[in-house]
C-alpha cells in the first residue's frame, strides 16, 4: 500500500461546479496535512494546511480531515479555469518526535476545469 | 519576495560531468529540502537538513551528495552524472519539519 494514495484522475468538472480530491493515507502518527497546487512547468505552490480532525476553509477552498478513515479531502467551489492544475496531497509523520517530519506526496489529481 | 531561489534553471549536462545545484532562502526557515519530480513517479525527497549544521538521506540519495553552507543556502551536488538523474529538482524550505514547505523555482537538468 503506498504512503499517501490519491483519487485516480485525470478529474474533470465544468464551470462553476464544486470540484472534490482525495487523500488517503497509511500511517496513524501522520499529523500535518498540505495540499499543494502544480501548473505544468511549475513548482508546487502551498494552498491548503490542516491539522485537527474537521473543515478549514479559504475562501472557495476546504480542506477535510478525518483522522479516524485516515482521509483528507480538498473541495474547491466554484471551480474556475485557473483552478485546472494538478493538486499534491502531502502528509508529515514526526519521525521519533524530531523536529523532522518526513513528507509524503502523493501523486496527484489532475484538474480539469472546462467553461 | 524572493523566498527559495534556485540556481540555475537550466542545464544540460553530459554523463560523468559532475555540477552543484544552488539554493538560497531568506525566510529565516530551519529546514531544507532536496527532491526530484519525475513523470508518474511523483516528488520524491533526496536529502533534508533540519537545521544548520546537519544533513540526512531521503528516499532517493544515491549519487547526490548535499552541503548545508549556512542556514540559507543549501546545495545539491552530482559527483558524476548519469542519464537516470534527469528530472526537475526542486529545493524547498520550512521552519520546522512538520510545517508547510516552501517551494523553490525548479532546475531543469538534463544529462545525455
Known amino acids: 500500500q503506498k504512503e499517501v494514495e490519491q483519487n485516480s484522475g485525470p478529474l474533470s468538472v465544468p464551470e462553476g461546479a464544486i470540484a472534490s480530491l482525495n487523500c488517503t493515507y497509511s500511517d496513524r502518527g501522520s499529523q500535518s496535512f498540505f495540499w499543494y497546487r502544480q501548473y505544468s512547468g511549475k513548482s508546487p505552490e502551498l494552498i491548503m494546511f490542516i491539522y485537527s480532525n474537521g473543515d478549514k476553509e479559504d475562501g472557495r477552498f476546504t480542506a477535510q480531515l478525518n483522522k479516524a478513515s485516515q482521509y483528507v479531502s480538498l473541495l474547491i467551489r466554484d471551480s474556475q479555469p485557473s483552478d485546472s492544475a494538478t493538486y499534491l496531497c502531502?502528509?508529515?509523520?514526526?519521525?521519533?518526535?524530531?523536529?523532522?517530519?518526513?513528507?509524503?506526496f502523493g501523486q496527484g489529481t489532475i484538474l480539469t476545469v472546462h467553461p | 519576495n524572493a523566498g527559495v531561489t534556485q540556481t540555475p534553471k537550466f542545464q544540460v549536462l553530459k554523463t560523468g560531468q559532475s555540477m552543484t545545484l544552488q539554493c538560497a532562502q531568506d525566510m529565516n526557515h530551519n529546514s531544507m529540502y532536496w527532491y526530484r519530480q519525475d513523470p508518474g513517479m511523483g516528488l520524491r525527497l533526496i536529502y533534508y537538513s533540519a537545521s544548520e549544521g546537519t544533513t540526512d538521506k531521503g528516499e532517493v540519495p544515491n549519487g547526490y551528495n548535499v552541503s548545508r553552507l549556512n542556514k540559507r543556502e543549501f546545495s545539491l551536488r552530482l559527483e558524476s552524472a548519469a542519464p537516470s538523474q534527469t528530472s526537475v529538482y526542486f529545493c524547498?524550505?520550512?521552519?520546522?519539519?512538520?510545517?508547510?514547505?516552501?517551494f523553490g523555482d525548479g532546475t531543469r537538468l538534463s544529462i545525455l
Open positions: 524547498a524550505s520550512s521552519t520546522r519539519g512538520n510545517q508547510p514547505q516552501h
Open positions: 502531502a502528509v508529515v509523520t514526526n519521525a521519533g518526535g524530531t523536529s523532522y517530519g518526513k513528507l509524503t
